[in-house]
């Protein structure tokens, strides 16, 4: 069984920073895509920036220059490193991954997204 589990969020003044982890955990054969997305009260989840498995990365024009993401491929772990956090910002952070499990020794899965909890992000002064 595969779980991402998301950490590090938290209550941060507006133009403060913050980083946020998460560490994909189970019987993973191998990961595609990871990537964080945001749900504010009364919208949609939004995508917040994507790093594919080579390490090329995509980011929503609202975080381009502020927020930067990467991933430690060796313990399965995206980061989000946010600078210049804005109000705007707050949101609970998902993370996401596209992963083939490992069901046996000889069995790998078919590629499934899997999401973390989340992890709340509060910008406010």
């Known amino acids: 069984q595969v779980q991402l589990v998301e950490s590090g969020g938290g209550l941060v003044q507006p133009g403060g920073s913050l980083t946020l982890s998460c560490v994909a955990s189970g019987s993973i054969f191998s990961i595609d895509d990871m990537g964080w997305y945001r749900q504010a009260p009364g919208n949609q989840r939004e995508l917040v920036a994507i790093i594919t498995s080579g390490g090329g990365t995509i980011y929503a024009d609202s975080v381009k220059g502020r927020f930067t993401i990467s991933r430690d491929n060796a313990k399965n772990t995206v980061y989000l490193q946010m600078n210049s956090l804005k109000p705007e910002d707050t949101a609970v952070y998902y993370c996401?991954?596209?992963?083939?499990?490992?069901?046996?020794?000889?069995?790998?899965?078919?590629?499934?997204?899997?999401w973390g909890q989340g992890t709340q992000v509060t910008v406010s002064s």
């Open positions: 996401k991954a596209d992963l083939w499990e490992k069901i046996s020794r000889v069995v790998v899965s078919t590629k499934s997204t899997y």
